[in-house]
């Protein structure tokens, strides 16, 4: 696949997806959104893939944002679609089924903040920024950042970013929980793919369960919850996976996974 704002290589079982438009702060346009649209679908059915990792190209930004250019024409029916569109996209992103690691170089800002929230862990460069400024122009965060940044943080936390416009750095954020850890700028990418290779050393289905079991608390209730994590630890319980891993800890040696 031939994409005009995105950069893909992969590494192994890792794809890292690259948002290209350094010149526009990466800012999502409408053709990108949908370039991470066709990406993430076939990132989906690519047995060969087994974790995703996104950042920004360039020195200063992940995404700083939905492309402001675009927003500027919207009006109140246009902007339905258009939010309709980025929260779609963002769905595909946390409801993939593999697991999806934001590597956030520099500024995440609205829909770049939002982004990085749609992905399951978030590792912050010490340069990284984020925001969601939405209230400066006059509109709320629409791809998700309402929804999302007040079930990951503290809401009085994400009703002030949101509230205040005002950027944070990656160690508030840290300190807020919007982040997992903080890497040194040049180290970021490769800390990425080292977690990356991690999760990859681990037996797929046994990941990817537990991914579905943890997204699923966004729309179930605790009893039901319960009973999906039940129905996939039986399910886990028939794969050769589980057998190999049970029996590699008993022979003291490291388990072979074959994902099946
Ligand atoms: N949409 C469209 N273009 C954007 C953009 C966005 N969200 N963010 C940055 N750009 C563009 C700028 O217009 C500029 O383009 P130009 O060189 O053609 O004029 C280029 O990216 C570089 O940005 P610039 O503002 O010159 O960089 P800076 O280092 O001075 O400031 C920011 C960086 C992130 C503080 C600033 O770009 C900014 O506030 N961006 C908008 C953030 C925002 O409100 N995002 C939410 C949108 S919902």
Known sequence: MNFKNLLVEKKDTIAIVTVN?????????????????????SL???????????????????????????????DETTAKDFVEKG????????????????????????GGCELA???HIRIASERAKFGQPEVNLGIIPGYGGTQRLSRLINTGRAI???????????????????????????????DAVE????????GQIAVRSALKAIVATNYLHLNDGLKLESDLFAECCATE????GTSAFLEKRKPNFKNK
């Open 21 to 41: 438009r350094p010149d526009k702060l990466n800012a999502l346009n409408g053709e990108t959104l949908e370039e991470l649209r066709d990406l993430f679908e």
């Open 44 to 74: 989906q059915d690519d047995n060969s893939v087994n974790v995703i990792i996104i950042t920004g190209a360039g020195e200063k930004a992940f995404v700083a944002g939905a492309d402001i250019s675009e927003l500027n024409k919207l």
């Open 87 to 110: 929260q779609s996209v963002f769905d595909l992103i946390e409801n993939l089924g593999k697991p999806v690691i934001a590597a956030v170089n520099g500024f995440a800002l609205g």
């Open 117 to 119: 929230l749609a992905c």
């Open 160 to 190: 002030e970013i949101i509230l205040s416009g005002d950027m944070i750095s990656a160690e508030e954020a840290l300190k807020y929980g919007l982040i997992n850890r903080i890497s040194r700028h040049e180290e970021l990418l490769g």
């Open 195 to 202: 977690l990356a290779k991690k999760i990859c050393s681990k």
């Open 241 to 244: 996976d589980f057998k190999e």
